[in-house]
């Protein structure tokens, strides 16, 4: 147990307990923090759990998900959490939803920043996933140079984080780029009207 944990335990018992009982409220700690850092909780958002498994260090990444609080990139947090990984979200929220990660937050290998990719951050990640950027007509409408900012900025950011720590980097994007498609739905084939 780690040494935090234990001062925290400690600080909730009293003097006056006898030795079983303060093992067993040990035991009993221990295990609720094995329980949490084995699975998601249920939320109104997420009601099913999700459960992780334990990677040994050296295959265990520490990636970082731009974006991660939106649709496509809370499901990629699912994933890369289920097999264990480490994973920091990176969002903003101007379209994101923190509801649609918060069954993550009680997790030891979850982070949450919140941060807009137009801005630079350090961190020391193994992989990033750069998934930040509105996707609907009606978000990036709403304030398009906040869109190309994020589009354009974000990724210099990203790709300057890569670099400085050689991480591996996936950049994604939206079909929106092609234009109004005269094809539904678009194959990537298709290089837009």
Not at 90 to 113: C, I, Q, Y
Request: charged content about 20%.
């Amino acid at each position: 147990m780690s040494p935090n944990l234990l001062k925290r335990f400690n600080s909730n018992s009293s003097m006056s307990d006898d030795p079983a009982a303060k093992r067993a409220r040990l035991e009993r700690f221990v295990a609720d923090q094995q329980l949490l850092a084995s699975q998601s909780i249920p939320t109104p958002h997420t009601p099913d759990v999700l459960h992780t498994v334990r990677l040994a260090d050296n295959l265990r990444k520490k990636i970082l998900v731009t974006g991660g609080a939106g649709f496509v990139g809370s499901h990629l947090v699912d994933r890369l959490m289920s097999e264990g990984h480490e994973v920091v979200v990176m969002d903003n929220f101007f379209t994101g939803r923190k509801a649609n990660v918060e069954h993550w937050l009680h997790h030891p290998n979850f982070s949450l920043v919140r941060h807009d990719v137009i801005q630079p951050i350090l961190l020391e990640v193994d992989q990033i996933y750069h998934l930040a950027c509105p996707a609907s007509p009606p978000h990036y409408q709403y304030n398009p140079v906040k869109t190309i900012k994020t589009s354009t900025m974000g990724t210099i950011n990203m790709l300057g984080l890569a670099k400085r720590v050689k991480a591996r980097i996936l950049l994604a994007s939206t079909s929106e780029i092609y234009g109004d498609p005269n094809v539904h739905p678009q194959p990537e084939s298709y290089w837009g009207n």
